[in-house]
T-cell receptor
Framework: NAGVMQNPRHLVRRRGQEARLRCSPM?????VYWYRQLPEEGLKFMVY????????ESGMPKERFSAEFPKEGPSILRIQQVVRGDSAAYFC?????????????FGPGTRLLVL | GESVGLHLPTLSVQEGDNSIINCAYS??????FIWYKQESGKGPQFIID?????DKRQGQRVTVLLNKTVKHLSLQIAATQPGDSAVYFC???????????FGQGTRLTINP
């Protein structure tokens, strides 16, 4: 059973470009979460999605960032007009369903570098 | 600010010794806690979790202790091995929000 998959693993963008990060949850998981990690820091929650629905986006910056989890295909975290401060590791996690305490399983992350 | 924090940013132990990694939290509404291990260049790996209605839970070579009175969580690793070298994070979930709050992490290094 494949784990959470993320691609690309490394992404280099110049300031002002767009970054698209993709996440495929574990098989059977319908909930996806995005977190951001700066060097030597813990992960910070960004957004929680179900298929075609955003459950909680309280950790998302108000501008330039968006996320979706369509009915078909991976979840996408999109960063428009990237700035150097967006450089970080972005991790996706998935869980089977809401209710109770569902363990979140993390992918390997995408390292974004903005030049 | 963060409601989950760690007392020590780094911990060095001898191979074969037991390791204890501590974590403090400040939100009394937190009711689910998880320990993750993160190796360099990888994503967090689930180790063990505990709900607030428990004070101890054991896994394979790991034990998590929860003291709600002082809002303290610890991870004990028995007979530490070189493969245990990593950064360890505690994380909390508040009332099923599924919005994990991570601490800053403790780097565990193993001395041969």
């Amino acid at each position: 059973n494949a784990g959470v998959m993320q691609n690309p693993r490394h992404l280099v963008r110049r300031r002002g470009q767009e970054a698209r990060l993709r996440c495929s949850p574990m098989k059977g998981h319908s909930h996806v979460y995005w977190y951001r990690q700066l060097p030597e820091e813990g992960l910070k929650f960004m957004v929680y999605l179900q298929k075609e629905n955003i459950i909680d986006e309280s950790g998302m910056p108000k501008e330039r960032f968006s996320a979706e989890f369509p009915k078909e295909g991976p979840s996408i975290l999109r960063i428009q007009q990237v700035v150097r401060g967006d450089s970080a590791a972005y991790f996706c996690a998935s869980s089977p369903r809401q209710g109770g305490r569902e363990t979140q399983y993390f992918g390997p992350g995408t390292r974004l570098l903005v030049l | 600010g963060e409601s989950v924090g760690l007392h020590l940013p780094t911990l060095s132990v001898q191979e074969g010794d037991n390791s204890i990694i501590n974590c403090a939290y400040s939100n009394s509404a937190s009711d689910y806690f998880i320990w993750y291990k993160q190796e360099s260049g990888k994503g967090p790996q689930f180790i063990i979790d505990i709900r607030s209605n428990m004070d101890k839970r054991q896994g394979q070579r790991v034990t998590v202790l929860l003291n709600k009175t002082v809002k303290h969580l610890s991870l004990q690793i028995a007979a530490t091995q070189p493969g245990d070298s990593a950064v360890y994070f505690c994380a909390e979930d508040i009332q099923g929000a599924q919005k994990l709050v991570f601490g800053q992490g403790t780097r565990l290094t193993i001395n041969p």
